[in-house]
T-cell receptor, first 108, second 113 residues
Framework: TQLLEQSPQFLSIQEGENLTVYCNSS?????LQWYRQEPGEGPVLLVT?????EVKKLKRLTFQFGDARKDSSLHITAAQPGDTGLYLC????????FGIGTKLQVIP | EADIYQTPRYLVIGTGKKITLECSQT?????MYWYQQDPGMELHLIHY???????EKGDLSSESTVSRIRTEHFPLTLESARPSHTSQYLC????????????FGSGTRLTVV
């Protein structure tokens, strides 16, 4: 089983601050996905990264896939209260594995 | 907008009752999945289907069953609910290779008393 470890598990920051959350594994993944989940809702796909070293931007969110395709990071610039939620990474081909997630709270 | 629908959103039932959680998608995806999610825990795959009349059990042992008679419909049934079945159940679908992400429904929050 391929395991994905996410850190930190909890993060509480002030509006306007920058932050980075991580997704790490000892296994190589063909692709990794990032999702955001709000309370009482299902996860919503934000991005898929496929190529080692790949960087994708989604407005204030920057996603990076490690060169060895074993890790990924999500950087948020100037966080806003609307960014509050659970950020999940997932990866795998035949069997998708999900991390436990980073619970982010952005305080106005 | 969500193209995958789960009903009911919330359900509280007594022990021993039979229940069916509904999941329908309008995207024509062949692959559909059921996940179980508990607070502070990762999503666990309990069932999946690669097409009509194809169903498989996932990694997490579950007493539930599923059926896939139509492409768009993937219901999950518990023959006799128990308090240990209390959880959030999420349905998802994907197009082609699983490596390119899922579309999830809003989930069913099940409480068995």
């Amino acid at each position: 089983t391929q395991l994905l470890e996410q850190s930190p598990q909890f993060l509480s920051i002030q509006e306007g601050e920058n932050l980075t959350v991580y997704c790490n594994s000892s296994s190589v993944f063909s692709s990794l996905q990032w999702y955001r989940q709000e309370p009482g809702e299902g996860p919503v796909l934000l991005v898929t990264v496929v190529t080692g070293g790949e960087v994708k931007k989604l407005k204030r969110l920057t996603f990076q896939f490690g060169d060895a395709r074993k890790d990924s990071s999500l950087h948020i610039t100037a966080a806003q209260p609307g960014d509050t939620g659970l950020y999940l990474c997932a990866g795998g081909y035949q069997k998708v594995t999900f991390g436990i997630g980073t619970k982010l709270q952005v305080i106005p | 907008e969500a193209d995958i629908y789960q009903t009911p959103r919330y359900l509280v039932i007594g022990t021993g009752k039979k229940i069916t959680l509904e999941c329908s998608q309008t995207m024509g995806h062949d692959k559909m999945y059921w996940y179980q999610q508990d607070p502070g825990m990762e999503l666990h795959l309990i069932h999946y289907s690669y097409g009509v009349n194809s169903t498989e059990k996932g990694d997490l042992s579950s007493e539930s069953t599923v059926s896939r008679i139509r492409t768009e419909h993937f219901p999950l049934t518990l023959e006799s609910a128990r308090p240990s079945h209390t959880s959030q159940y999420l349905c998802a679908s994907s197009e082609g290779d699983r490596g390119y992400g899922y579309t999830f429904g809003s989930g069913t929050r099940l409480t068995v008393v």
